[in-house]
Nanobody
Framework: QVQLVESGGGLVQAGGSLRLSCAASGRAFSSYAVGWFRQTPGKEREFVAAITWSGGSTYYADSVKGRFTISRDSAKNTVFLQMNSLKPEDTAVYYC????????????????????WGQGTQVTVSS
């Protein structure tokens, strides 16, 4: 069983930066693909970024491409989301999620296959 805990959210001015962390407990986390999603009240959960179990491939939503970077440190069982040039529309609760990655062949932007989720961390960007 994998448990995920997000941290690093907060209040930042537009143009600023934050780095979110997704710390995992449990065995074999290095074999899991990890995605970041975000959600605002009344809206569906939105894909932000994902990284394969090996870290060899990354995927981004068009809205964050060039501004956000996803990475992982397998030794620390942690996945990071570096967010630069933040905009007010990036305001949301950010969730990390994991799915067994070694045999995964689905779409990384689809939240359905992710079966482990963190509790979320609030990111607020002021204008």
């Amino acid at each position: 069983q994998v448990q995920l805990v997000e941290s690093g959210g907060g209040l930042v001015q537009a143009g600023g930066s934050l780095r979110l962390s997704c710390a995992a407990s449990g065995r074999a986390f290095s074999s899991y693909a990890v995605g970041w999603f975000r959600q605002t009240p009344g809206k569906e959960r939105e894909f932000v970024a994902a990284i394969t179990w090996s870290g060899g491939s990354t995927y981004y939503a068009d809205s964050v491409k060039g501004r956000f970077t996803i990475s992982r440190d397998s030794a620390k069982n942690t996945v990071f989301l570096q967010m630069n040039s933040l905009k007010p529309e990036d305001t949301a609760v950010y969730y990390c999620a994991a799915t067994w990655g070694r045999s995964y062949s689905g779409t990384y932007s689809d939240p359905g296959p992710y079966d482990h989720w963190g509790q979320g961390t609030q990111v607020t960007v002021s204008s």
